[in-house]
């Protein structure tokens, strides 16, 4: 099987999966219950599969499905404000076709990037529980292994994000440095062939208290990117 048709039988197992009770019955539930703005929306209400090309060189792993927002579209960082900052950043640095991401039917494409979770459902307060990390853990090491051959840097949104996927990194078969290295904004790790960043996530939380404005989100992909031997632009 080559990494595109693995990646897409993965997508589609990880859209399946009900294996999470707390996140089964949350993300059903928003999605029966919709809000005011988006009740004419058949809302996707499943876990939510990475996005990109199987041949990605850069990947970036963050928290992401929003109640409203992944969650509703069926796409990571789509219909949401934190998508909003993600995926203009993304389009200013030059690895995206347009700045905006409403639906998975809108004709986004991303250059050589690939986008997804440590967590593939909407949890309730945008918190999944230890329990929940680590049971969607196997996922995203399936997805690295598939991704192996062409990845060359991975961007980390947040503590959550970093804290997730080092042990995945392991299990992938990454050598991952004893103690493991902390998170921090534009930290950077080398793993065996692979350039390892850390971004502040593009939650409001961050992007509306300036703590990451769209300036230092653009250097940490485009940073990455380079390393990724992607081609880049500096705004």
């Not at 993965?10 to 009770?21: F, K, Y």
Request: with cysteine; charged share 20%.
């Amino acid at each position: 099987m080559d990494t595109s048709s693995g990646l897409a039988a993965l997508d589609r197992r990880i859209a399946d999966c009900r294996v999470c009770p707390r996140l089964v019955a949350w993300r059903e539930e928003v999605a029966r219950t919709k809000r005011a703005a988006f009740a004419d929306w058949v809302y996707w209400g499943r876990p939510v599969p990475g996005f990109g090309p199987p041949d990605a060189r850069l990947l970036i792993v963050g928290l992401a499905p929003a109640a409203h927002g992944g969650n509703r579209t069926g796409r990571m960082f789509t219909g949401d404000r934190s998508g909003d900052v993600l995926y203009e950043a993304l389009y200013d640095v030059g690895l995206a076709s347009q700045p905006t991401s409403v639906s998975a039917d809108d004709g986004l494409e991303l250059y050589g990037v690939r986008v997804t979770a440590p967590v593939h459902c909407a949890p309730p307060a945008n918190k999944p529980t230890p329990g929940e990390r680590d049971t969607c853990r196997a996922w995203l090491v399936r997805e690295l292994g598939l991704l192996r051959p062409t990845l060359r840097a991975v961007v980390v949104l947040g503590a959550f994000g970093w804290q997730a996927a080092l042990p995945a990194f392991a299990e992938a078969g990454w050598i991952v440095p004893r103690p493991r290295p902390a998170f921090a904004h534009g930290a950077r790790v080398p793993l065996d062939g692979l350039e390892l960043f850390g971004c502040f996530h593009v939650s409001q939380r961050n992007t509306f208290t300036g703590r990451l404005t769209p300036a230092m989100l653009r250097n940490v992909l485009a940073t990455a990117a380079e390393a990724a031997g992607l081609p880049t632009k500096r705004p």
